[in-house]
């Protein structure tokens, strides 16, 4: 069991990619065959989740739509998990700047310390 996580710019969604990048994203996948995708995507078992987590990503990112940490984000907030998200305005994929790369470790300690505290 994961008692918490932090995840850094991941594709939560690989149909919606797919869908919205063009028909198949480019990967030859028709509408006939998006279940696979869905199927193994993150999204596809969000309501196995009941463990705190944090999403960290730029909002220019252009291998993983912004639109999908947020998509997951609502999701986990009807079912009551906690969730946090820290968006960097105008960072891509791999971060550019070093105060980005830098705020997001220094995130992730302080989350991983507010949850993975001994009781």
Avoid at 90 to 116: I, K, M, P, Q
Wanted: charge should be negative; include cysteine.
């Amino acid at each position: 069991m994961i008692k918490a996580g932090v995840d850094f710019h991941s594709v939560y969604d690989w149909a919606w990619s797919g869908r919205d990048f063009s028909l198949g994203g480019g990967w030859c996948i028709n509408e006939e065959w998006m279940d696979v995708p869905y199927r193994s995507s993150t999204i596809s078992e969000q309501q196995y989740r009941t463990s705190p987590v944090l999403f960290i990503t730029g909002d220019d990112d252009r291998n993983k739509m912004f639109g999908q940490s947020i998509d997951l984000k609502n999701k986990l907030n009807k079912l009551g998990v906690h969730n946090e998200v820290l968006v960097f305005p105008d960072e891509v994929h791999r971060y550019l700047s070093y105060d980005s790369w830098l705020r997001a470790y220094e995130s992730t300690v302080d989350f991983f310390e507010r949850f993975l505290k001994e009781e």
